[in-house]
Nanobody, 121 residues
Framework: QVQLVESGGGLVQAGGSLRLSCAAS????????MGWYRQAPGKQRELVTT???????NYADSVKGRFTISRDNAKNTVYLQMNSLKPEDTAVYYC???????????????WGQGTQVTVSS
């Protein structure tokens, strides 16, 4: 019913930048919060950042001042601008969205398939 597709991952040197995008499509009534999580090898998935429909943001301490989340509500898309990347930022990055497909059903959390970000030292 709802699909999230991430793009923009890749290989970058330490200190470099990448911009991730995540577009939601399908049966969408409203999208509440959207966010980015990441999972490094052998570690649990962790929160990177979230943004509400009104634009309020929240960041993990490890990315504050380096990463910026934004969204285009008209395009149902969330972005993650990542600057000053470090090797420890290497992970699979997942987006999610809290989507209400209609007034009848409660909102539900959907996830993208993930995109690999690799930062070389």
């Amino acid at each position: 019913q709802v699909q999230l597709v991430e793009s923009g991952g890749g290989l970058v040197q330490a200190g470099g930048s990448l911009r991730l995008s995540c577009a939601a499509s399908g049966t969408i009534g409203t999208i509440n919060a959207m966010g980015w999580y990441r999972q490094a090898p052998g570690k649990q998935r962790e929160l990177v950042t979230t943004i509400t429909s009104g634009g309020t943001t929240n960041y993990a301490d490890s990315v504050k001042g380096r990463f910026t989340i934004s969204r285009d509500n008209a395009k149902n898309t969330v972005y993650l601008q990542m600057n000053s990347l470090k090797p420890e930022d290497t992970a699979v990055y997942y987006c999610n969205a809290d989507v209400k497909i209609s007034v009848v059903f409660p909102a539900r959390l959907y996830w993208g398939q993930g995109t690999q970000v690799t930062v070389s030292s």
